[in-house]
Protein backbone atom coordinates (compact mmCIF):
# COMPACT_ATOMS: atom_id res chain seq x y z
CA UNK A 1 0.00 0.00 0.00
CA UNK A 2 1.45 3.39 -0.17
CA UNK A 3 3.45 4.87 2.76
CA UNK A 4 5.20 7.54 3.07
CA UNK A 5 8.11 7.87 5.45
CA UNK A 6 11.42 9.97 6.67
CA UNK A 7 14.86 8.85 7.20
CA UNK A 8 16.04 11.15 10.06
CA UNK A 9 13.63 12.00 12.98
CA UNK A 10 15.92 15.23 14.00
CA UNK A 11 18.28 17.12 12.37
CA UNK A 12 21.04 19.25 13.96
CA UNK A 13 21.86 22.07 11.58
CA UNK A 14 24.55 25.06 12.55
CA UNK A 15 23.15 28.51 10.91
CA UNK A 16 24.03 29.12 7.52
CA UNK A 17 24.53 25.88 6.89
CA UNK A 18 22.52 23.82 4.42
CA UNK A 19 19.81 21.19 5.41
CA UNK A 20 18.55 18.08 3.44
CA UNK A 21 15.70 16.37 4.66
CA UNK A 22 14.81 13.00 3.17
CA UNK A 23 11.80 11.38 2.38
CA UNK A 24 11.16 7.64 1.11
CA UNK A 25 8.15 6.47 -0.67
CA UNK A 26 6.91 3.16 -1.52
CA UNK A 27 4.10 3.57 -4.67
CA UNK A 28 6.03 4.03 -7.80
CA UNK A 29 2.78 5.10 -9.31
CA UNK A 30 2.62 8.13 -6.76
CA UNK A 31 2.55 11.37 -9.20
CA UNK A 32 2.68 14.36 -6.84
CA UNK A 33 4.39 15.32 -2.85
CA UNK A 34 4.24 18.56 -0.66
CA UNK A 35 6.26 19.76 1.66
CA UNK A 36 5.23 20.79 4.72
CA UNK A 37 6.59 23.24 7.73
CA UNK A 38 5.45 22.89 11.30
CA UNK A 39 6.58 25.31 13.52
CA UNK A 40 6.18 24.94 17.38
CA UNK A 41 2.76 25.00 18.44
CA UNK A 42 0.97 25.79 15.07
CA UNK A 43 -0.20 23.67 12.07
CA UNK A 44 1.54 22.66 8.90
CA UNK A 45 1.70 25.10 6.70
CA UNK A 46 3.11 24.32 3.10
CA UNK A 47 5.98 25.00 1.45
CA UNK A 48 7.02 23.47 -1.66
CA UNK A 49 5.57 20.81 -3.80
CA UNK A 50 6.71 18.75 -7.06
CA UNK A 51 5.46 16.45 -9.60
CA UNK A 52 6.58 13.16 -11.12
CA UNK A 53 7.16 14.85 -14.21
CA UNK A 54 10.05 16.88 -12.63
CA UNK A 55 12.97 15.76 -11.06
CA UNK A 56 13.77 19.19 -9.42
CA UNK A 57 12.05 22.45 -8.16
CA UNK A 58 13.27 25.55 -6.36
CA UNK A 59 11.43 28.03 -4.27
CA UNK A 60 13.49 30.39 -2.19
CA UNK A 61 16.13 28.62 -0.26
CA UNK A 62 13.95 25.64 -0.50
CA UNK A 63 14.72 23.00 -3.21
CA UNK A 64 13.49 19.69 -3.42
CA UNK A 65 14.36 16.87 -5.58
CA UNK A 66 12.97 13.59 -6.76
CA UNK A 67 14.29 10.75 -7.59
CA UNK A 68 11.57 8.32 -8.79
CA UNK A 69 14.52 5.33 -9.33
CA UNK A 70 14.65 5.26 -5.94
CA UNK A 71 11.25 6.47 -4.63
CA UNK A 72 13.10 9.18 -2.79
CA UNK A 73 12.58 12.93 -2.33
CA UNK A 74 14.43 15.48 -0.33
CA UNK A 75 14.03 18.78 0.82
CA UNK A 76 16.87 20.96 1.09
CA UNK A 77 17.35 24.22 2.74
CA UNK A 78 19.66 26.59 1.90
CA UNK A 79 21.86 29.23 5.04
CA UNK A 80 19.49 27.61 7.15
CA UNK A 81 18.05 30.09 9.50
CA UNK A 82 16.70 29.79 13.23
CA UNK A 83 13.43 30.22 11.53
CA UNK A 84 13.95 26.85 9.90
CA UNK A 85 13.78 25.68 13.02
CA UNK A 86 10.19 23.10 12.97
CA UNK A 87 9.38 19.71 11.66
CA UNK A 88 8.89 19.05 8.33
CA UNK A 89 7.08 16.70 6.78
CA UNK A 90 6.53 15.12 3.65
CA UNK A 91 2.92 14.41 2.48
CA UNK A 92 1.28 12.83 -0.98
CA UNK A 93 -2.57 13.06 -1.67
CA UNK A 94 -4.22 10.40 -3.68
CA UNK A 95 -3.92 9.95 -7.40
CA UNK A 96 -7.52 10.03 -7.89
CA UNK A 97 -9.36 13.39 -7.72
CA UNK A 98 -11.98 13.75 -5.10
CA UNK A 99 -13.47 16.30 -3.46
CA UNK A 100 -11.68 15.23 -0.68
CA UNK A 101 -7.86 14.93 0.08
CA UNK A 102 -6.90 12.45 2.18
CA UNK A 103 -2.92 13.49 2.68
CA UNK A 104 -0.69 10.57 3.72
CA UNK A 105 2.11 12.20 5.81
CA UNK A 106 5.29 10.92 6.83
CA UNK A 107 6.64 10.77 10.21
CA UNK A 108 8.10 14.09 10.43
CA UNK A 109 11.71 15.93 10.41
CA UNK A 110 12.67 18.28 13.30
CA UNK A 111 15.02 20.54 12.32
CA UNK A 112 17.10 22.50 15.27
CA UNK A 113 19.09 25.29 14.07
CA UNK A 114 22.15 26.09 16.41
CA UNK A 115 23.04 29.76 16.62
CA UNK B 1 -8.21 37.52 9.33
CA UNK B 2 -7.17 34.11 10.06
CA UNK B 3 -7.60 31.71 7.54
CA UNK B 4 -8.45 28.92 9.93
CA UNK B 5 -9.23 29.42 13.26
CA UNK B 6 -9.74 26.56 15.99
CA UNK B 7 -11.44 26.94 19.57
CA UNK B 8 -9.74 26.43 21.91
CA UNK B 9 -6.33 26.08 21.54
CA UNK B 10 -5.83 24.48 24.84
CA UNK B 11 -8.49 21.72 26.42
CA UNK B 12 -7.70 20.00 29.57
CA UNK B 13 -10.52 17.25 30.54
CA UNK B 14 -11.34 14.57 32.80
CA UNK B 15 -11.97 10.79 31.89
CA UNK B 16 -15.35 10.17 30.43
CA UNK B 17 -16.27 13.79 29.71
CA UNK B 18 -17.57 14.88 26.53
CA UNK B 19 -16.26 17.84 24.74
CA UNK B 20 -16.08 19.91 21.51
CA UNK B 21 -13.82 21.77 19.31
CA UNK B 22 -14.87 24.63 16.89
CA UNK B 23 -13.28 24.90 13.38
CA UNK B 24 -14.08 27.83 11.02
CA UNK B 25 -12.32 29.08 7.65
CA UNK B 26 -13.27 31.78 5.67
CA UNK B 27 -11.18 30.84 2.79
CA UNK B 28 -14.22 30.09 0.40
CA UNK B 29 -12.68 26.52 0.53
CA UNK B 30 -15.54 23.58 0.33
CA UNK B 31 -13.69 20.87 1.44
CA UNK B 32 -12.77 20.91 5.48
CA UNK B 33 -10.45 18.25 7.34
CA UNK B 34 -9.80 17.00 10.63
CA UNK B 35 -6.50 15.46 11.60
CA UNK B 36 -4.86 13.93 14.79
CA UNK B 37 -1.37 14.38 15.80
CA UNK B 38 -0.09 12.57 18.53
CA UNK B 39 2.90 13.03 20.89
CA UNK B 40 5.55 11.73 18.41
CA UNK B 41 4.32 14.41 15.60
CA UNK B 42 2.46 11.62 13.59
CA UNK B 43 -0.39 13.46 11.56
CA UNK B 44 -3.78 11.06 10.27
CA UNK B 45 -6.47 12.30 9.01
CA UNK B 46 -10.05 11.57 10.67
CA UNK B 47 -12.68 12.95 8.65
CA UNK B 48 -13.03 15.28 5.70
CA UNK B 49 -16.04 16.93 4.61
CA UNK B 50 -17.43 18.81 1.50
CA UNK B 51 -20.01 20.94 1.44
CA UNK B 52 -21.48 19.72 4.89
CA UNK B 53 -21.21 16.10 3.34
CA UNK B 54 -19.04 13.48 4.56
CA UNK B 55 -16.34 11.90 2.71
CA UNK B 56 -13.68 10.38 4.76
CA UNK B 57 -14.55 8.87 7.83
CA UNK B 58 -11.26 6.77 8.51
CA UNK B 59 -11.09 4.62 11.28
CA UNK B 60 -11.92 6.19 14.27
CA UNK B 61 -13.75 5.61 17.23
CA UNK B 62 -17.90 6.19 17.32
CA UNK B 63 -17.10 8.37 20.11
CA UNK B 64 -15.96 10.85 17.56
CA UNK B 65 -18.44 12.80 15.64
CA UNK B 66 -18.18 15.33 13.63
CA UNK B 67 -20.80 17.94 12.23
CA UNK B 68 -20.45 20.31 9.41
CA UNK B 69 -23.38 23.26 10.17
CA UNK B 70 -22.27 25.07 6.82
CA UNK B 71 -19.16 24.65 4.44
CA UNK B 72 -17.27 27.18 6.30
CA UNK B 73 -17.36 25.23 9.72
CA UNK B 74 -16.76 21.75 10.67
CA UNK B 75 -17.21 20.66 14.38
CA UNK B 76 -15.54 17.90 16.22
CA UNK B 77 -17.74 16.60 19.31
CA UNK B 78 -15.91 13.69 21.38
CA UNK B 79 -17.92 11.79 23.83
CA UNK B 80 -16.65 9.83 26.74
CA UNK B 81 -13.29 10.81 26.56
CA UNK B 82 -9.96 8.47 27.46
CA UNK B 83 -6.25 8.66 28.01
CA UNK B 84 -5.77 8.30 24.55
CA UNK B 85 -7.76 10.69 23.36
CA UNK B 86 -4.96 13.40 24.55
CA UNK B 87 -3.18 14.80 21.32
CA UNK B 88 -3.55 17.99 18.87
CA UNK B 89 -6.36 17.93 16.84
CA UNK B 90 -5.80 19.83 13.50
CA UNK B 91 -8.59 21.75 11.37
CA UNK B 92 -7.57 22.04 7.94
CA UNK B 93 -9.16 23.20 4.44
CA UNK B 94 -8.83 23.16 0.89
CA UNK B 95 -9.95 23.44 -2.42
CA UNK B 96 -12.37 20.66 -4.02
CA UNK B 97 -9.60 19.22 -6.15
CA UNK B 98 -12.32 17.54 -8.94
CA UNK B 99 -13.24 21.49 -9.89
CA UNK B 100 -9.66 22.30 -11.36
CA UNK B 101 -5.88 21.20 -10.69
CA UNK B 102 -5.07 22.91 -7.34
CA UNK B 103 -1.90 22.12 -5.77
CA UNK B 104 -4.25 19.78 -3.08
CA UNK B 105 -2.65 22.13 -1.09
CA UNK B 106 -4.37 21.99 2.48
CA UNK B 107 -4.49 25.12 5.12
CA UNK B 108 -4.66 23.91 8.36
CA UNK B 109 -5.55 25.85 11.72
CA UNK B 110 -3.36 26.41 14.68
CA UNK B 111 -4.55 23.01 16.18
CA UNK B 112 -6.39 22.49 19.63
CA UNK B 113 -3.88 20.22 22.00
CA UNK B 114 -6.45 18.24 23.92
CA UNK B 115 -5.44 16.29 27.92
CA UNK B 116 -7.15 13.77 28.95
CA UNK B 117 -6.43 13.18 32.34
Known amino acids: GESVGLHLPTLSVQEGDNSIINCAYSNSASDYFIWYKQESGKGPQFIIDIRSNMDKRQGQRVTVLLNKTVKHLSLQIAATQPGDSAVYFC??????????????FGGGTRVLVKP | DTAVSQTPKYLVTQMGNDKSIKCEQNLGHDTMYWYKQDSKKFLKIMFSYNNKELIINETVPNRFSPKSPDKAHLNLHINSLELGDSAVYFC????????????????FGPGTRLTVT
Open chain 1, 91 to 104: AEPPRIKAAGNKLT
Open chain 2, 92 to 107: ASSQDRRLADPRGEQY
